[in-house]
Structures are given as C-alpha cells and as structure tokens.
C-alpha cells in the first residue's frame, strides 16, 4: 500500500450500536427505532464482488460527495439524512474517529426492492444488452449506435437488487409495476430522471459527464417516497471528463471503471473472492475519487 495515502477502514466495528446490515460499501447501525447510523467504508466493489483491497479515503469523498448532491437536490425529492452529528450516537473516542467524515444518521425507512437506473449514455450491461437485442430493459433503441453514445434522451432501466456475491439483472418498468405498482413505479421512473437531468447539466458545466447512475429509495410512515443511500458518487454513476470524450471506445473516468478496466485484463471469472489490486492501481482510483469531489463541490 503507499505509505502517503491514509490509513483505510476496511469494515468499522462499532460496539456501542447493533450492526444492522453490511452492504458491498456501507455499514449500517441501528441507532433508535427511527433512526440509522451509515458508514461508508472504504471497501471498493466492481462486478457486484467485493474486492479484498480498499482505496484508503474513498469513504471520506463519498459521504461528501453524497451530502452535496442530497443538498443540491432537496427540491427535487426529500431525502433521508437527519441534522443529528454521527459523533453523537456512539461512545469512545476511536469510534467518534471512525464515523468522522464518513458517516450519516439518517430516517429509518422501508426500501423499495428495486435500483432505479438512469442511463444517457450506451455503456456497461446497457452496451451488452443494446449488442445483443438492440434494447435496454424494453427500451427499444435505434440501430448503428456506437459504444459510449449518447441517447437521444436519458432513459429508465431499472434492475434488481441483487444479494451481495450476486449480480444485479436489468428488468423492465413492467416488472417494477408487478413489484411495487403502477403508480409508485411510474413516480420513482419520473423522478429518477428529473434527478438525472438536473444533475448532469451541473456537473456537465464542471467538466464532468455523468453518463448513468443509480438510486434507491424508500417510504417513511406516511407513504412518501425519499431518497435514500448514496447518489450521484463515483460508485453509484460513471462519471467522464468532458475534454477526453469521445464516443467508440471505453470513455476516460473518474469513477470505478478504471478499476473495471483493469479487471478485464486479468483471468477472472467475476466471482468470489476478487483479486489483489495493485498498488498503482489503489493510488490512482484514490486520486480519481478525489477529482471528483473537487470539480462537484469546489
């Protein structure tokens, strides 16, 4: 590991709060009935597997990069994050440590059982997908399309949640009818592209294309439909400098993908356990990570 990166947490082990759930990047703490603690570790997913070397810090750039967009956001559709300081709900000092910069306390809420995906551009299992039945998700897309196009208009390909080890599917807006109904789907379809647009033309603006992403949401006590997890960070979009695009080939990234790509190249089935990275490979995800951050938020 360089010895100039920071000291990375790999999973937190909080004893004065019950662990909840550990999810591919999130430790999830029940703090009361109404309320969780989420920290986001610096462990690093790529293909739905948990990889056995962490970028030291990227926890850190996604709970800011997060709490930007949830801000930025708020007028598009409420989210979970509470005003409560994530140091106040656990005890010693080495767990105020751990949750510094990294955590949130937010709503308890009941997720929905599906990903809400919104892609602008033909990339990843979109591209796969477009390769094999010229659609994504029952979206019918035009012949020809090149790799890294971008579509005439940003569309709704939701997919499952997978359990962790498994792959995501992408499903179709019917599918999600049949789970969560008509009208809720055809909400979250509506507002996850509202999020989309407004934010891409904002981070556009900064250099920076966000080429798809993904959200979560879920339902407090009223019905009401919030924003929840993570969004708009380099685990959860692909994010691609404006200067360098290019469409017909794998864009330049500040996200995962410089890690996908590296992947790619070795002999790996893309199952438990996932491979060692190598040392030039965590420093320069770290400094993508951070770019990021400093474009978004200045």
């Known amino acids: 590991m ?11 082990r909080l004893k004065s709060l019950e662990l909840r759930q550990q999810g591919k990047v999130r430790d999830i703490y029940q703090v009361d009935p109404t309320h969780l603690l989420i920290i986001a570790s610096d462990r690093l997913s790529a293909f739905d597997v948990i990889l056995p070397d962490p970028i030291p810090g990227k926890g850190i750039v996604l709970t800011a990069i997060s709490n930007f967009w949830f801000n930025h956001l708020r007028d598009v559709i409420p989210n979970h994050l ?13 767990e105020k440590a751990t949750v510094r910069d990294r955590a949130v306390v937010v709503q308890s809420l009941k997720p929905l059982p599906v990903e809400a995906v919104v892609r602008g551009y033909l990339i990843g299992s979109g591209w796969k997908d477009y390769c094999a039945e010229r659609s994504v998700s029952g979206v019918p897309l035009p012949p020809g399309m090149e790799l890294a196009e971008q579509l005439q208009e940003p569309i709704f390909t939701p997919s499952t949640k997978a359990a962790q080890g498994e792959h995501d599917e992408n499903i179709s807006l019917d599918t999600v009818k049949s789970l969560i109904g008509n009208e809720l789907a055809e909400t979250v379809k509506e507002i996850s592209l509202a999020l989309y647009e407004q934010a ?38 692909r994010f691609w400098p404006v200067a360098t695009y290019k469409p017909g080939r794998s864009p330049d990234s500040f996200d995962k993908q410089y890690v996908r790509d590296y992947l790619e190249t070795l002999d790996w089935d893309k199952q438990p356990p996932g491979p060692n990275l190598p040392d030039v490979v965590i420093t320069r995800t770290h400094e993508k990570y951070h770019e990021a951050l400093r474009l978004l938020t200045a």
């Open 82 to 94: 509470t005003n409560i300081n994530p140091e106040s709900v656990v005890s010693t000092p080495e």
């Open 2 to 12: 360089n010895k100039s990166l920071p000291n990375p947490i790999f999973e937190s």
């Open 200 to 237: 891409s033309q904002y981070a556009r603006e900064r250099g920076i294309i966000i080429a798809d992403t993904k959200f979560e949401f879920g339902l407090n006590e009223e019905g009401e439909l919030v924003l929840i997890d993570e969004v708009f960070t380099p685990d959860s979009s």
